[in-house]
Structure formats: C-alpha cells, structure tokens
C-alpha cells in the first residue's frame, strides 16, 4: 500500500502525484479524494478519542486522591462510568474508520514510475533490446511441430488423461518431459546460487491474512485457489513471490548497509485459476494452473532498489542466452501494471512454429508497496523524519519451468528428436539427445 502521508499535502504528501499514477493506470483518480475525505473522518474521531482518553485519565488520577483522602468519590466514579462507555463507543468507530481507510488506500496501484510508456492497451509495450541467437533474427518456421506436438512425440506429456483427472489444462509430465523439467529446476537454482543467491523452497499455501497483505484483491478471484480443511481458510501460492515476500514480515534491518540486499532464489509449485484467459494457449503446458517456477526474490535498501531491477532481468536475460534462446525484452504500459508494480519488464522469446514473441519472465519493482504492508523496515528513524523507512521488494521470474520447456522443445526439435541445450545435459545425466517415441501426432492435437 502507498503511505497515507502521501495523500497529505499538509503533511509534505503529494496528492496530485497519485492522482497522475491513477491517470497513467486507467483507474480513477477520484479516489485520492475519497482518501483524504476518509482520512480527515478518521482523524476527527481519533482527536475525539484521544480527548476522552485524557479525560478519563485526569478522571482516574481524581478518584485516586479522592480514594486516598477517604474522601467521597461517587460522582467522579459514575463520570469514570460514562466516560469508559464513551470511550468504548468511540474506539469501535476508530478502528470502523481506519479500517475503511485502508481498505481504500490498499485499492489505489503503486506510483507508476516516469519511464513507463503510457498507453492503455498493450500493443504499446515498448521493445527496450533483444537477443539474437548467432547475432541473425529469427524467422517464422511453420513447418517446424508445434511444442506440444514435439513434447508429444518424446512421449513427454498426457493431456488427455491429465484432464480426465485434474480438468481443463490438467497434464501429467511423463519420462523425458519429467527430466526436463527437474533439468530447468536444477540448473536454475545453480544458477542463481552461482550469483549469490539463497534457495528457498517456500509453503504453497498461506493463511488469508497474510495473502491479503501481498496480494491484491483481483487475484483473489482471477488466479487463488482457495483451500478449506480444518481450522482457518488458506489459500494456494499463484507465485514463491508470496510467501517469501512474507517471509521478513515485522523484521526491521536496522543496518542495511550491511544487512541488505538479501536475494533469494524461490522454488515452488505455483497454482494458478487463469480465469482470465479462457481460449488462450490451449495447447500443451504452456498456461496451466499448476506448474513450477524459479524467482528471484530481493529486498534492498530504497536507494538501490531501480539498481537492482536493472541487475534482476539482466540475470534472466542471461539465463536464456546461456540456453541459446532468441528473446526481447519490453517495458509493459503503465494499464497493464498489477496495483503493486511501479514498473515491470518482460522477457518475451522467440517461438519458431508459431512466429510470435511469448512471455516466460516478468521483472517488477515494486518499491516499498509490499514491505509497507509486512511492516518491513529498515535504517533507524532520525529526528525530524517524517515517515518510517521501509525496504523495497523486488520480484523476477528466473524460469517457469513448464513454459520454459515449451520454449526449448520447439526451438531445439529436429526431425528425429530433441536436441538437449548444452547448460541442460549435466543435469540430464550427461544425456545431449532424446529421440522421438512416438511415430506421429494425433490429428486431434495437430495445430
């Protein structure tokens, strides 16, 4: 959530900042407004409060003497009585109060950073470089098979059965498909480590109050899976992003100089409702609703945090050089940002059959939005600071290993089998080839 000073210009907020933001965002900039109103009802019934409380308080220091003099308190003990109720009344509308003002401020996205291109429709995303595999530009292969139809043929994956069990985009990974896939996990997380990262294999579900505090409130019905047994509701992970972003909540690194950046590498199974994109990808494992995934998860100091986004897809970026994969990166338009990303870069590669840029990696800062909700400090508070100071977190897919598979099966196909990217085959048991084990592909997955 931003700070509620922020909306303050009494307080050095900058009200108009958000109200450009929600502009940049397509969302509607009345509802800084509707902060500042709500934030001035709740400040009249705090100062209410806090006068009643003083009242009480000289009232109780009264009753004391009074006690202590043997001297008749009744009166103040009955003015005790209404002043307790009163209190009582007024702290119920506080909390009524505030709780609605932080629902409101939690609706309102992350200041869009100024280099974000302004658009409301994504056919703006703005291409910021790309990589070329052998320095020349790919080309549309049609006759090259589909990544489902090679995983197929490898006898690396069921769909039909996979949905017979687990439902539309249900899939079980079979024989070459399971190497693979355990190959991406371990060879990202090496990779990652290599860089000074710390492997965190995370919980894949989280209790709804600490969810509520990471994630915003679409994703609740577009992409979380909700879980009922016993005791409290929880809710599935859609990304390791959640529970490490929760990991530090409370903490306060009061030396960051010393204490941060802290990088973790998150490994997960993710699960994911893709309510939003019904007809999309239909084919194979490339938008599934449970898959796994490598992130790249960092706290750092506020100053270093636009540093370290630049570090982050950079570390993406060679992660699919060293794999020999063609890729662009772009900057998403400020409509397309989730609430908590002030900014967000894309790493879209080349898929040869289908001729099109696909995404396999989002990069966001997401400043201090997240870490104000986990309550995760850092510094000491000096005089005449006006607001806390809190860390940033940063988030950065590494590989979603299903998508990724997808990605290296129609690139590396030949027309007998698979050939095995060279990063990849110590993890294959030294394995650099897989030959088909099929004889062909059933007209009903032909693309």
């Not at 595999?133 to 006759?143: A, I, L």
């Not at 909700?226 to 929880?234: I, L, Q, R």
């Amino acid at each position: 959530m931003l700070d509620i000073n922020l909306f303050q210009a009494g307080k050095g907020g900058n009200p108009d900042l958000i109200r450009e933001s929600q502009r940049r965002r397509g969302a509607d900039p009345k509802v800084v407004d509707e902060v500042i109103e709500l934030y001035q009802e709740w400040t009249k019934v705090k100062f209410d409060l806090d006068e009643v409380s003083r009242t009480l308080n000289a009232n109780q220091k009264e009753i004391g003497k009074k006690m202590k003099a043997k001297e008749d308190a009744s009166e103040l003990l009955a003015k005790k009585k209404e002043l307790d109720s009163k209190k009582k009344e007024l702290m119920e509308v506080e909390q009524a109060k505030d709780k609605a003002l932080r629902a409101k401020v939690n609706g309102v996205g992350n200041i869009v950073h100024d280099s974000v291109p302004v658009s409301s429709t994504e056919d703006d995303n703005e291409v910021i470089r790309t990589h070329f595999v052998g320095g020349v530009e790919p080309q549309h292969q049609p006759k090259l098979r589909s990544h489902h139809e090679v995983l197929y043929l490898l006898g690396g994956y069921d769909q039909e059965r996979g949905a017979k069990v687990a439902g539309h985009r249900g899939y079980f990974l079979t024989g070459a498909g399971v190497d693979l896939n355990l190959a991406l996990i371990n060879y990202g997380l090496q990779f990652l480590g290599k860089k000074g990262y710390t492997k965190i294999q995370t919980p894949f579900f989280m209790r709804r109050e600490i969810m509520a505090k990471t994630a915003q409130l679409s994703q609740y019905d577009e992409e979380l899976y909700k879980v009922t047994g016993e005791g409290e509701d929880k809710y599935l992970i859609a990304t390791s992003e959640q529970p490490i972003s929760a990991f530090h909540s409370g903490e306060w690194f009061d030396q960051p100089s010393e204490q941060l950046p802290v990088k973790y590498a998150g490994y997960s199974t993710c699960f994911r409702k893709e309510a939003g994109a019904h007809g999309k990808d239909t084919w194979g494992i490339f938008r599934v609703h449970q898959f796994e995934k490598i992130e790249q998860f960092v706290l750092t100091e506020p100053e270093k945090s636009w540093e370290m986004f630049d570090e982050m897809i950079t570390t993406s970026e060679e992660f699919f050089k060293s794999l020999g994969i063609s890729y662009r990166v772009v900057a998403i338009v400020s409509s397309a940002l989730n609430d908590a990303a002030a900014k967000k870069y894309d790493l879209e590669a080349w898929f040869p059959h289908q001729g099109e840029y696909k995404e396999l990696v989002s990069c966001s800062n997401c400043t201090d939005y997240q870490s104000r909700n986990l309550e995760i400090r850092c510094g000491t508070k000096k005089m005449g600071d006006r607001e806390k100071k809190y860390v940033h977190c940063l988030n950065s897919t590494l590989c979603a290993t299903e998508r990724a598979l997808c990605c290296l099966v129609e690139n590396y196909q030949t027309p007998d089998g698979l050939k095995i990217p060279a990063p990849l085959v110590p993890f294959m048991g030294g394995v650099d080839f897989i030959p088909f084990v099929k004889d062909s592909v059933p007209k009903s997955m032909r693309q």
